[in-house]
């Protein structure tokens, strides 16, 4: 396995893991056979795993596209931690469940988790889903309302209608525009739309 995502990730989790369920996970994960698998997947429903051993299990069966890794995925892109967050994306872009879209969807739009929305929003705009324009018209729009404690959030936003460049989001860009912080990379999304 060598995706950029998967050596961050391992790197990151290995202070807190035991060394020798570590280096059985990381091999298992590298093997990606049918076996290898099977016992990844045995991790995500075992009682009492540690998160770190669930997140490598689940990075290495979502970048395989074994789709027994997706409900522990949105989990983890739901997580209060925003480098485990940017892991979970990445292995649900490279899953290809078409539930996905709808999942990311649901936790960009919920309102109490705002403040956790940037990674569903980025995994929108890299699906191209038919979810992804709607639901990032609809959280900028709410963003645009009230003040921007959440300005990243509505800069991803602004970008991702910008790459996806569907004219649905010409009136919520030139609103954007007329917010300082947004305004060069509404602008910028903006003349990526044509018409």
């Known amino acids: 396995m060598g995706d950029v995502s998967f050596h961050a990730l391992i790197d990151r989790v290995r202070p807190e893991a035991d060394p020798v369920e570590y280096a059985r996970l990381v091999t298992l994960a590298r093997q990606r056979g049918p076996d290898a698998r099977d016992q990844l997947a045995s991790v995500l429903v075992e009682t009492e795993r540690p998160l770190w051993a669930r997140e490598i299990a689940a990075f290495a069966l979502g970048s395989a596209g074994d789709r027994r890794a997706f409900e522990t995925l949105v989990f983890l892109l739901n997580y209060r931690d925003p480098v485990c967050c940017a892991s979970a994306a990445r292995a649900l872009e490279l899953l290809r469940d078409p539930r996905t879209a709808r999942a990311a969807a649901a936790l960009a739009t919920n309102e109490l988790r705002t403040a956790y ?20 018209i609809n959280v900028l729009q709410r963003l645009l309302i009230g003040p921007l404690h959440y300005w990243p959030i509505a800069e991803a936003c602004v970008q991702g209608l910008g790459a996806l460049g569907d004219k649905r989001a010409i009136a919520v860009l030139d609103a954007a525009a007329e917010h300082h912080r947004l305004s060069p990379a509404a602008k910028a999304a903006r003349a990526r739309i044509p018409g």
């Not at 929305?117 to 990032?136: C, F, G, I, K, Q």
């Open 117 to 136: 929305a940037l990674h569903p929003v980025r995994l929108l705009t890299a699906l191209r889903a038919p979810e992804s324009v709607p639901t990032l």
